[in-house]
């Protein structure tokens, strides 16, 4: 019944170490986003992707990097985890980007811890 | 710089009173507006939406109400209950459907 998933709900990583988080919905919709939501703030966008197309945000930092190998699947890598990136990852869902009115859809989260 | 302002990190009610949610933004160019629930462990779900031709939509026992020349918008929700009990983030696009939120308000609504 699930419609968006994240894979895993919590992460925990060694700063510097490479972490990948893990995205995957049932809706067959065309775009995916990562939010990250760091404690007590608003959830900031730092990517989407419309079908394969890629589209940055222009404060997200180079650390974060994202892949989406089908429409099913979207995965978000940070490079070398500082302990300023600790935060909970939202990944959401929408049929399209241009159209407000659009619903998204949001997974559950993963929290990722930096130590 | 935030753009989308929610004042009151939190909210305590009593159930079958109204509960009144706040909002405020900066640019007169967002165009449409939502609030967003989120239960502890789940992701945020849709809950009810205001394009900026209208000042009320109103779903059951929520009302969104948006005041542009003011930049506020607001969610009233009568009669509160306690599955009520979530955090609401309002949120803003301009133009497409790539979301601005406020840091959310934590509703209590007590028996």
């Known amino acids: 019944d699930a419609m968006v998933i994240q894979n895993p709900r919590y992460q925990v990583t060694q700063f510097g170490k490479p972490v990948t988080l893990s995205c995957s919905q049932t809706l067959n919709h065309n775009v995916m986003y990562w939010y990250q939501q760091k404690s007590s703030q608003a959830p900031k966008l730092l990517f989407h992707y419309y079908d394969k197309d890629f589209n940055n945000e222009a404060d997200t930092p180079d650390n974060f990097q994202s892949r989406r190998p089908n429409t099913s699947f979207c995965f978000l890598d940070i490079r070398s985890p500082g302990l300023g990136d600790a935060a909970m990852y939202l990944c959401?869902?929408?049929?399209?980007?241009?159209?407000?009115?659009?619903?998204?859809?949001f997974g559950p989260g993963t929290r990722l811890t930096v130590l | 710089d935030q753009q989308v302002k929610q004042n009151s990190p939190s909210l305590s009610v009593q159930e079958g009173r109204i509960s009144i949610l706040n909002c405020d933004y900066t640019n007169s160019m967002f165009d449409y507006f939502l609030w967003y629930k989120k239960y502890p462990a789940e992701g945020p779900t849709f809950l009810i939406s205001?394009?900026?031709?209208?000042d009320k939509n109103e779903d059951g026992r929520f009302t969104v109400f948006l005041n542009k020349s003011a930049k506020h918008l607001s969610l009233h929700i009568v009669p509160s209950q306690p599955g009520d009990s979530a955090v609401y983030f309002c949120?803003?696009?301009?133009?497409?459907?790539?979301?601005?939120f406020g840091t959310g308000t934590q509703l209590k609504v007590e028996l």
């Open positions: 959401a869902t929408s049929r399209e980007v241009a159209i407000s009115t659009d619903t998204q859809y």
């Open positions: 949120a803003v696009t301009g133009g497409g459907n790539k979301l601005t």
């Open positions: 205001i394009s900026s031709i209208k």
